[in-house]
Nanobody, 115 residues
Framework: QVQLVESGGGLVQPGGSLRLSCAAS????????MGWYRQAPEKEREWVAQ???????TYADSVKGRSTISRDNAKNTVYLQMNSLKLDDTAVYYC?????????WGRGTQVTVAS
């Protein structure tokens, strides 16, 4: 059974930082492209960042320069470090795993940026 479990969300003030984690099980993690998406209230889910199996990273313009995605294949975990958080970063953040074998989603972790 495939599971992606996000953690690390919470309430943070504008300008603050958070590190999200996503622990994967049931997949051959090192062969999956891992990504983060987010969905704000009353908005569609949007892509945030991605890290490929070779470690190449890409970011949405909205988080570029403020966020870093990384992976630890030994721990089957992908991270999203977010800095200089803004009110607009408030959303549920979802972990996504993609390969030729299929794709999977986590249940999400809430990030709330508020003063």
């Amino acid at each position: 059974q495939v599971q992606l479990v996000e953690s690390g969300g919470g309430l943070v003030q504008p300008g603050g930082s958070l590190r999200l984690s996503c622990a994967a099980s049931g997949i051959n993690f090192s062969f999956y492209t891992m990504g983060w998406y987010r969905q704000a209230p009353e908005k569609e889910r949007e892509w945030v960042a991605q890290i490929g199996i070779t470690g190449i990273t890409t970011y949405a313009d909205s988080v570029k320069g403020r966020s870093t995605i990384s992976r630890d294949n030994a721990k089957n975990t992908v991270y999203l470090q977010m800095n200089s958080l803004k009110l607009d970063d408030t959303a549920v953040y979802y972990c996504h795993a993609r390969s030729m074998s299929g794709d999977y989603w986590g249940r999400g972790t809430q990030v709330t940026v508020a003063s």
